[in-house]
């Protein structure tokens, strides 16, 4: 007899899951979803209303002789579920979690009711989340601490407004003066949601383009917009009518503008990266003047005050290293000319907002283990600038980052985004002569943060660090095995991993210890076939270090201070070490830089944001001899590697339309793209000693925008 097909389509709300075809649909609507998380629902919706186990789920996730790490895989599962059908722990409406036992469907399958349904559960869930760069871990506790040890913690009711899938997140969202629109984009534009109803439309722009923000006018029928025609225009300021009409550019080379509550001024920010500042101008784009910003300087966001004659900032400076930015959240009054800063943490993010009432909305990252999460925090502020009172309230809690926060016209709904990024090690056959990388193997199963640095010296395992249990650890995997074997454990983050030049010891560093107040980086040396670390040597500003290869016995590493960056030659073995060049300048940070596997040559680059010609620099060792390879047609260099014959270089750059592409660069300059990522986000690529191999990163990334009401 045939199967009935009814059976296979179990219907809950406005989603229907089809067993057989392994689908979720929303109004009859495709939503993706990863195979795992359709497997939890799938078991979910066999048993409503009752607890399915964790046991019972790894069971079904993972046959017994697989070695996963199981906590972890179910955790992020589970969350990539809630994320498709716009759940969320706090505040369940699908899927209950009860502590260390499982989960439960709160909801009717097919009309049936549900049995022994309880009332959601409101306590917090702890998980931990993925962010966009690498955080040093060392003093974020006592830092954390500080400003929010008796914080008040509120809870409002979170409702998730767009659904985008993972790796085409939401750029950016900011709901209407009245409450009743949200204004998104993404990769195909803006678009136009009614936030009741979720009907939406795209909205037109003539000259196509890239929109990276928006947030909106007074009137309520214009959006600010930063945009870039072209992946090699600086971006700009434009208006957009959001109901129809023509838009038109306010400002070039600006961007992440905010208008004024009468409507009459736009502030906005102006500069690469490192040299970042805020200016002023007049709404139909007259009377530009800079109004704040020091070279070294990043301008995360900027908000205006309800009166409309201060403003709020969050900027941040890399004065004490490349991991541990100094962040700080100021209001500068426009009439005055002065600042005052309310908060300097170096946990501080990028999310902004003012209320009418007062309310200063920030994003603060959360304590270890959780340290790649952020969550939402209110303080009071008078109307002369300065802190009223009283301690830092809390809005959200849970997991992924919380960023771009805008707030209706009368305070009472705000929008954020909640964005995770997942970095991934892959690996890669390489073809003579540097041609397309066939298709990538995924190296590291679980959904952290991995980052691989070096190979063993028979180029059959990648040694990497990864987050997986809570701090940055050493790992070393082989290619043809599903999981790692842990080299350095630890209280402290393995900040970067490197061989000798004989191969016989991996060097590392490690963050700063807590007890440590001049954040002293130690540079450890421990041998390949085990044994016990030896600390190398001990200084505040290590960033960056790498070792040719036997017969070569060259090792550098780079230092840094607050205007300087210095590279030294090292020796591993007793830690002695003689200067070899200084960069001078507040923009150290923006080299990145590989040695040859002969030790002969630096090859040094620097990274730049706007658009432009790619430079990559080369610098003998010996006699200081330095010559510029120009990549016409790439911008914006973010890493780059020598192949291990030493006769190229694997470069991660930009593509003229924006596509992320790994290359291989030979010494005259010109470039074959080896692999393009149009999606995530690529980063380097490390190849094994014999050159057969490359071990690369790229990070998927989800964002969507929701809706705290009756704020």
């Not at 998730?160 to 899938?165: E, G, I, K, V, Y």
């Not at 070039?252 to 990266?273: L, T």
């Not at 910003?293 to 009166?307: A, D, K, L």
């Not at 990252?365 to 303080?379: H, K, Y």
Request: aromatic letters at 8%; a neutral charge.
């Amino acid at each position: 007899m045939p199967e009935n097909p009814i059976k296979d389509v179990i219907r809950f709300g406005t989603f229907e899951a089809d067993l057989r075809a392994g689908e979720l649909r929303r109004n009859g609507i495709k939503i993706r979803l990863q195979e795992q998380p359709f497997q939890v629902l799938a078991m979910l919706l066999e048993r409503p209303g009752e607890i399915v186990t964790r046991e019972e789920l790894h069971c079904r996730l993972w046959p017994a002789d697989t070695f996963v790490d199981f906590d972890h895989g179910l955790n992020a599962a589970v969350k990539r579920l809630r994320d498709a059908l716009g759940d969320s722990a706090e505040n369940p409406r699908f899927i209950e979690t009860l502590a260390r036992r499982g989960y439960r469907l709160l909801v009717l399958v097919n009309g049936a009711a549900r049995e022994n349904a309880p009332l959601p559960h409101a306590g917090p869930s702890w998980r931990v989340g993925l962010a966009a760069v690498v955080l040093l871990l060392a003093g974020i506790i006592a830092g954390w601490h500080a400003g929010h040890r008796s914080a008040a913690a509120v809870r409002f009711t979170e409702r998730r407004l767009t659904a985008n899938p993972e790796n085409d997140p939401v750029f950016s969202a900011a709901i209407s003066p009245d409450g009743k629109y949200l204004a998104f984009t993404g990769r195909t534009g803006i678009f136009l949601r009614a936030v009741e109803t979720g009907e939406t439309h795209p909205v037109t722009i003539p000259d196509g383009g890239k929109t990276h923000l928006v947030s909106w006018f007074p009137d309520g029928s214009h959006v600010l917009a930063t945009r870039s025609s072209s992946a090699t225009e600086k971006p700009s300021l434009w208006s957009v009518s959001v109901f129809g009409g023509a838009s038109r550019k306010l400002m070039d080379a600006a961007e992440r503008g905010a208008v004024s509550p009468d409507g009459a001024q736009i502030v906005f920010v102006r500069g690469d990266y490192g040299h970042e500042e805020i200016w002023q101008m007049q709404s139909d784009g007259q009377h530009a003047r800079r109004i704040l910003g020091q070279p070294g300087e990043n301008c995360e966001s900027v908000v205006w005050s309800p009166g409309g004659n201060r403003i709020a900032f969050v900027r941040s400076a890399y004065r004490k290293g490349w991991e541990e930015a100094d962040v700080s959240l100021g209001i500068y009054d426009l009439v005055g000319g002065k600042t005052n800063y309310l908060l300097s943490n170096g946990q501080l993010r990028a999310a902004l907002a003012w209320s009418p009432d007062g309310r200063l909305i920030y994003s603060l990252a959360e304590p270890p283990p959780n340290q790649n999460d952020s969550n939402l925090w209110a303080i009071k502020v008078d109307a002369r600038g300065n802190q009223a009172g009283g301690q830092p309230v809390r809005l959200t809690s849970g997991p992924d980052g919380k960023m771009r926060a805008s707030l209706s016209g009368d305070g009472k709904r705000l929008t954020f985004l909640r964005w995770t990024e997942s970095p991934a090690i892959y690996v890669s056959e390489v073809e003579p002569g540097g041609g397309r990388l066939p298709l990538l193997k995924r190296l590291s199963l679980d959904e952290r943060r991995n980052f691989p640095y070096t190979w063993t010296p028979d180029g059959k395992s990648v040694v990497f660090t990864s987050d997986r249990d809570g701090v940055f650890h050493l790992f070393k995997q082989a290619i043809d095995q599903p999981a790692p074997d842990l080299l350095v454990g630890g209280d402290q983050s393995v900040t970067l991993a490197r061989l000798n030049a004989d191969s016989s010891a991996i060097l590392y560093t490690l963050s700063p210890a807590l007890h440590d107040t001049d954040r002293r980086v130690r540079l450890m040396r421990m041998p390949l076939s085990g044994g016990t670390p030896q600390l190398v040597f001990a200084e505040p500003g290590i960033n960056n270090f790498q070792c040719a290869r036997s017969p070569s016995k060259v090792c550098i590493v780079s230092e840094f201070s607050a205007n300087h960056l210095d590279l030294f030659i090292f020796d591993p073995a007793n830690g002695e070490k003689r200067q070899l060049r200084r960069f001078e300048g507040s923009d150290w940070y923006l080299y990145n830089w590989t040695l040859s596997p002969d030790g002969s040559t630096l090859a040094l680059a620097k990274y730049q944001r706007l658009p432009g010609p790619a430079d990559i620099r080369l610098l003998r060792i010996t006699g200081g001899k330095e010559r510029v390879l120009t990549l016409k047609d790439w911008n914006g260099i973010s890493s780059l590697d020598w192949a291990a014959d030493g006769r190229s270089i694997w470069v991660t750059a930009s593509s003229p339309t924006g596509i992320q592409t790994l290359l291989h660069v030979d010494l005259r300059g010109a470039a074959k793209p080896a692999f393009q990522e149009p999606e995530k986000y690529l980063g380097w690529a490390i190849p094994s000693p014999d050159g057969r191999h490359v071990a690369l990163w790229e990070a998927s990334s989800s964002s969507n925008a929701w809706l705290l009401d009756g704020f």
